[in-house]
């Protein structure tokens, strides 16, 4: 069986789809959607989906498509109808709707507590008689409360017979109507008063934060001390614990190894490729999982849309809009999840657009680049070398997008719509399952791909083409990285090691410092060293430049290739490349001449 | 009684719906949205840059482009 759990934007779904599910929810594959969708077992034979968020079936955005197509196509056997009690009759719109598809649905009338503390009532037994489904009150979403929304749903769970899917919304005349019905349901039993507190509350926040003058300062602040906190504070303190947590048992099982007088080359294989090479990205795990928890603090306080509200005007000078804030500032996270939350973009080109500027916005697989280089040569700005690094990625792409958007077509339909939902404390389960879901995430890919291609880099850097154990220098790696090594020579890095770091880096940007980190036989603590002896200042801002722009991963080609198409994919990574490569270029070219000058 | 369009009610303004004059999924969502024939909108701030603006309807928030709001007619209540 499965349960769908479907509701507006906002309305608590997650909350509710997280007290269910707990730590057993995992990203599911249903055949025919190309997309991916929460699943949670609820016990051998039912599961639980989380769907997207949406207002109506009359979609508007591909995200509100993704969930009507679900429940058209996959027919859930129940739908649990989340309902925003302090914002009912705009709930109960897309309520009436799902009625009439003839799916047994029963609601969960969410943050009671919230309207109770409001002083508004709903006389929720009349509701149920009026509207004709059952209804499960909510509160603070304990788990007596979602067990019994459990127990409502295995109850209606065969009164399921098929599904209708035709309904009949798309007129002025039907919509007005169904509203008028809600307003009929609600009359003398729902009661909201006018002057309330939360309003109240919401618009004294809001009178800070999309303050006219303060607003946009506020926003820069805020985006300040998050990544001061993230880089220079938190960030540090626990990757410093990691490293030396990898280090003493690196130097264990060294010890051992030797000990028991091991094979020399399952030495090195151990030590250099896998200790190096997961340790080198194991020990950012926690600045990765800092930045992220801070961007679900954004997205769940609701500040996020806010974000939108405030940008959406300059956004629409270079043809985006609000909503491409969201994806810009998740592509800090990971381009994978930006790209997946265009989604929420109604207008097919400013959705193309943003995908497009999303790989500008450094994602936090390369802070570990950019952490070393600047220990190295810029330790005393730390944060704000950082900074620097993403406010130019930003303006490169920003200018980009306004080309582009000079270049495209122009579409009609493109405008901004947008709930601004009421602010809320995030709460701690959904923050912390974020952040563990993450974790595993980075843990997982750490041992899948990062450990393939260090073996692989390992392989490739002590064997030459008759597979006879070699020094590096006469490697197959070496003659594979100096035959492409004069490309880089006017960027100023032509270092075979350093190039096929690059190279190995499309797979992931973590494996360029494993990368280096093997090829240079050292660890993450001594390898600033070693490179300071390899690049000067110069070139490590090129290189750092080349990084910051050039092509985005495997997965986020990838995961453009599902949004839009392979053509567009290739023609991204291409474009990134030869950006990088000329800017890089020029970059390198202006600082020696600044260097020789003063 | 006066009648005009909603981007120009002031903040703390309301008026109620007359007639949406747009057309197609823009017009949908709008209505989807709750912005029906007779419904009550307040109008809240505008956004820093002047654009776009935010609306308080059927107890929510909800943020449009003025270029929207220019098609909305409604009739000053208060």
């Known amino acids: ?598 | 009684m006066k009648i005009t369009s909603l981007d120009k009610l002031k903040a703390g303004e309301k008026g109620k719906v007359i007639s949406v004059n747009l057309t197609g999924k823009i017009k949908y969502r709008l209505l989807d949205m709750g912005i029906v024939k007779n419904t009550i909108i307040e109008m809240t701030k505008k956004a820093p840059l002047g654009d776009p603006i935010q609306i308080f309807i059927k107890g929510y928030s909800l943020s449009i482009r003025k270029k929207i709001a220019e098609k909305i007619e409604v009739e000053v209540t208060s």
């Not at chain 1, 690196?250 to 080359?265: A, M, P, R």
């Not at chain 1, 190995?504 to 036989?521: F, N, P, R």
């Open chain 1, 1 to 598: 069986m499965i349960y769908a759990l479907v509701g507006n934007q906002n309305c608590g779904k997650t909350t509710i789809f997280n007290e269910i599910t707990n730590m057993n929810q995992h990203i599911g594959n249903f055949p025919g959607v190309t997309v991916d969708i929460k699943v949670g077992k609820i016990n051998d034979n039912c599961e639980i989906v989380d769907l997207p968020g949406l207002y109506s079936l009359n979609t508007y955005t591909k995200e509100e498509k993704i969930s009507k197509e679900f429940i058209l196509n996959h027919k859930p056997n129940v739908i649990i109808n989340v309902v925003d009690a302090t914002n009912i009759e705009r709930n109960l719109y897309l309520t009436l709707q799902l009625k009439s598809l003839g799916v047994p649905i029963v609601i969960a009338l969410n943050f009671l507590d919230e309207l109770e503390s409001n002083k508004g009532k709903i006389d929720i037994l009349e509701l149920e008689k009026r509207i004709g489904l059952p209804i499960v009150p909510l509160t603070t979403v304990t788990k007596k409360e979602v067990n019994e929304i459990l127990v409502k749903a295995n109850q209606i769970s065969n009164n399921y017979t098929s599904i209708i899917k035709e309904y009949d919304d798309v007129t002025e005349k039907n919509i007005t109507k169904k509203y008028s019905d809600i307003e009929k349901i609600c009359y003398g039993i729902v009661f909201i008063p006018q002057q309330n507190k939360i309003k109240k509350k919401n618009y004294k926040i809001d009178k800070l934060l999309t303050n006219k003058i303060l607003g946009i300062p506020i926003f820069i602040a805020i985006m300040y001390i998050i990544f001061y906190l993230t880089f220079n504070v938190l960030g540090e303190y626990f990757s410093d614990l990691i490293n030396l947590g990898i280090a003493t048992v690196k130097d264990l099982v060294e010890n051992f190894l030797i000990s028991h007088h091991t094979n020399k080359i399952i030495q090195t294989l151990i030590i250099e490729g896998i200790f190096n090479g997961i340790g080198a990205v194991l020990s950012f795990l926690p600045i990765i999982i800092i930045l992220y928890f801070f961007l679900s603090l954004l997205e769940d306080s609701g500040y996020m849309t806010r974000i939108a509200f405030i940008l959406d005007k300059p956004l629409s000078k270079i043809g985006l809009s609000g909503r491409s804030a969201v994806a810009i500032l998740l592509g800090f996270g990971c381009s994978v999840p930006a790209i997946l939350s265009t989604r929420t973009i109604q207008s097919e080109r400013e959705r193309k657009l943003t995908m497009m500027l999303v790989p500008f916005m450094s994602c936090s697989a390369k802070i570990p680049i950019y952490a070393i280089f600047i220990s190295l040569f810029f330790e005393k700005y730390a944060s704000f070398a950082m900074l620097l690094i993403y406010t130019i990625g930003a303006i490169i792409g920003i200018i980009i997008t306004a080309i582009l958007n000079k270049i495209i077509k122009k579409e009609q339909n493109a405008t901004f719509i947008m709930e601004l939902p009421n602010y809320r404390f995030p709460t701690f389960k959904n923050t912390w399952l974020l952040m563990w879901n993450k974790t595993k995430e980075f843990i997982e890919k750490a041992f899948s791909i990062i450990f393939i291609s260090s073996m692989a880099i390992w392989f490739l850097k002590s064997f030459d083409t008759n597979l006879l154990l070699v020094s590096e220098e006469k490697s197959m790696l070496a003659q594979i990285g100096q035959k492409i090594s004069p490309i880089f020579k006017p960027l100023g890095f032509s270092d075979w090691r350093i190039v096929t770091s690059i190279i190995t880096g499309i797979s992931a940007k973590e494996t360029v410092i494993s990368t280096l980190s093997i090829l240079t036989k050292t660890s993450i603590e001594t390898l600033p060293y070693i490179l300071s002896r390899i690049f000067t200042i110069q070139s490590s801002i090129s290189f750092i430049t080349f990084i910051l722009l050039y092509t985005p991963c495997i997965a986020a080609i990838s995961t453009i290739k599902k949004e839009f198409n392979l053509k567009t994919a290739i023609m991204i990574s291409v474009n990134q490349c030869l950006i990088a490569y000329f800017i890089s270029f020029a970059i390198y070219r202006l600082s020696n001449l600044l260097f020789y000058f003063f």
